[in-house]
């Protein structure tokens, strides 16, 4: 799984083949996630729609 990992990743292509042999037989990985959220929400108005008088 965690070579499934590094393939979605353009580490993979850097690593040296002992760099790849090493990534190979990791049987755990520790690592910090810093991910953004964003929601969009439709507020029911078409566009375009002019709601001021």
Do not use: K, N, Q, Y
């Not at 996630?33 to 439709?42: E, M, P, Q, S, Y």
């Amino acid at each position: 799984m965690i070579a499934d990992l590094l393939s979605m990743t353009p580490h993979l292509f850097r690593a040296t083949p002992e760099g790849r042999a090493r990534a190979a037989a990791l049987t755990a990985l520790s690592l910090t996630v810093d991910a953004g959220v964003l929601a969009l929400v439709r507020d029911g108005r078409s566009a375009g729609h002019d709601s001021g008088g």
